[in-house]
């Protein structure tokens, strides 16, 4: 992807994230917090695996 073309699609991407941010700030507040969620958990995961495999 050129230069140009990559700066059009990241200010499009920001663009859209403050707009969903703006107008429906409960929705994004529970979007972050599950994906902050998922997160946590799969690095639960991989502590665990790795506790186990050298326990």
């Known amino acids: 992807m050129s230069g140009g073309v990559k700066k059009i699609v ?8 403050l707009f969903f941010l703006i107008t429906q700030p409960t929705q994004s507040a529970n979007l972050v917090h599950q994906v902050l969620g ?15 495999l050298f326990a």
């Open 38 to 52: 998922w997160l946590r958990d799969g690095a639960e995961a991989i502590i665990t695996f790795f506790q186990t």
């Open 10 to 17: 990241v200010i499009g991407v920001v663009v859209l994230v």
